[in-house]
């Protein structure tokens, strides 16, 4: 139901609510006033009927005094029994009696009669004269007139009068009240959308309004909803085009660096060559520790060259060249020039590789590099040392190979661990943070997955995992 139905509702029913309470009223008021005629009658012709009998009776007995009594309870104010000249002969008034009324001005009927009643005190309502003539058979005897206050019809009235409006103010400040409510239930989520949008205005697109009703309220946190989800998608479009922008121009600025750092540095490798052998040459007392400085030198080369190789690598396709490899053998090839490194930095390689583990159709390179990095990651993490293990295992049902680097370092912190794979993304004071998001292009390249597990101050654990048909029985 939409906001205008409820409306057009609201004034329908306070238009019946507010019909029926002044019908109900009236009806009650009706009923009353009735009532109430009905009695002052009745009281009328009791008074013309004693006044009768007094004006017909032999007797000077009265019975107006004691009749009159109750009658003033009733609204009768005076009786007057007039004979046919005009004198009053009884009344409830001793003071009238013996006086003279004018005949010729005294009208039959009803009439309001314009005076001031007993003390000076001005009535509510005008009093009335209700004059009977009294006939006998063909003798006109007199008159019987009866003063009357109609207060208590008056008062009938003024109370319909007075419950009617209450009934009337009540019902219209119970809409008032509703509509107040309405207004404000209706307004609340406009403010709090309002709200909304200035938070979407100012970049934040995690806001999400609940929609609680089908109305336009409803329909309007519905369209909100689906802006913000829209503008969500449109910023991880931009976020990948920037990406996709970027991963472009790094490729371009690599192909430019690859050769004029990559010449220099084979370059130096050759000349280091040379070096030792003349040196080992000239010297022979000093070859061992020419050879170990030249080795040294060698693998800080190969190690440059090898960011270099990664910078470029990430800045385009990746081109696999598969062949078959233990991972044994893997493992000897890549920690063969990690050796030395680790055993200066107090870390030691323990080694968890199950019998039955396949031999792996894969890239021996690129998968050294990626075997690099986690090693030197776990090695760096550890900075008194420790240990390193890396297990390996066949999954048969699930037909993937498992592989996995655990350490025993500060571990990584729950908010980073969905960042490690970001490039450029680093918390080292070296390095340009490419390792990881160049190792899980690798190992996506071969059609496997990486994962990774860290408590703070207990360990990080990456798991690679490959398809079978990356490995052959």
């Known amino acids: 139901m939409n906001l205008n139905t409820r409306l057009v509702l609201i004034m329908i029913s306070l238009l019946v609510l507010a019909g029926v309470t002044l019908f109900t009223l009236n009806q009650f008021s009706q009923t009353a006033l009735v009532h109430e005629i009905q009695e002052s009658s009745r009281e009328i012709s009791k008074a013309v009927q004693l006044s009768i009998a007094d004006l017909t009776s032999e007797t000077e007995t009265s019975r107006l005094s004691d009749y009159f009594e109750g009658a003033r309870q009733k609204g009768i104010n005076e009786i007057n029994i007039i004979n046919s000249e005009g004198e009053i002969i009884d009344s409830t008034n001793p003071e009238k009696i013996g006086k003279l009324k004018d005949l010729k001005k005294l009208e039959k009927g009803v009439r309001s009669a314009p005076r001031k009643a007993e003390g000076g005190t001005i009535l509510s309502q005008k009093p009335y004269d209700v004059v009977v003539p009294v006939i006998v058979g063909d003798e006109h005897l007199g008159y019987v007139q009866v003063n009357m206050l109609l207060d208590n019809i008056q008062s009938i009235q003024h109370s319909n009068f007075i419950k009617r409006l209450a009934a009337t103010g009540m019902v ?13 239930r209706y307004t609340d989520p406009i403010h709090r959308l309002v709200q909304d949008f200035k938070k979407v205005s100012s970049g934040d697109l995690s806001v999400t309004i609940p929609v609680e009703s089908t109305d336009e309220v409803g329909e309007l946190a519905k369209g909100f909803n689906e802006m913000v989800e829209k503008l969500r998608e449109r910023e991880v479009l931009e976020k990948r085009l920037y990406e996709a922008e970027h991963l472009s121009k790094v490729g371009q600025l690599a192909s430019g660096i690859a050769h004029e750092i990559r010449n220099p540095l ?11 052998s ?16 030249a080795d040294k030198i060698r693998e800080e080369v190969r190690r440059a060259n090898y960011m270099v190789i990664n910078f470029m690598n990430y800045g385009r396709p990746l081109k696999l060249r598969k062949s ?10 890549t920690l063969s020039v990690l050796y030395e490194r680790l055993a200066e930095q107090k870390v030691t390689v323990e080694k968890r590789i199950a019998a039955d583990l396949p031999v792996l159709s894969l890239d021996p390179e690129l998968m050294r590099n990626c075997i690099t990095n986690f090693i030197t990651n776990a090695a760096q993490a550890m900075s008194h040392g420790g240990i390193i293990v890396l297990g390996a295992e066949l999954d048969q049902e699930s037909g993937w190979v498992r592989l996995d680097f655990k350490d025993q370092g500060c571990g990584i912190a729950e908010e980073d661990l969905e960042k490690v794979f970001q490039p450029y993304f680093t918390t080292k004071d070296v390095g340009i943070g490419l390792g990881l998001a160049i190792t899980e292009r690798i190992v996506k390249a071969h059609g496997g997955e990486i994962l990774v597990a860290s408590s703070p101050g207990e360990g990080t654990t990456f798991t690679v995992r490959l398809p079978m048909e990356d490995a052959k029985g």
């Open 324 to 333: 078959e490899i233990t991972y044994e053998q893997l493992l000897e090839r």
């Open 278 to 293: 003349e040196v080992v040459e000239q010297c022979p007392e000093r070859a061992d520790e020419v050879t170990a400085l």
């Open 172 to 184: 219209f400040t119970v809409g008032i009240a509703f509509s107040i409510y309405l207004s404000r």
């Open 266 to 276: 084979n370059y130096i490798s050759l000349a280091i060559d040379h070096l030792r």
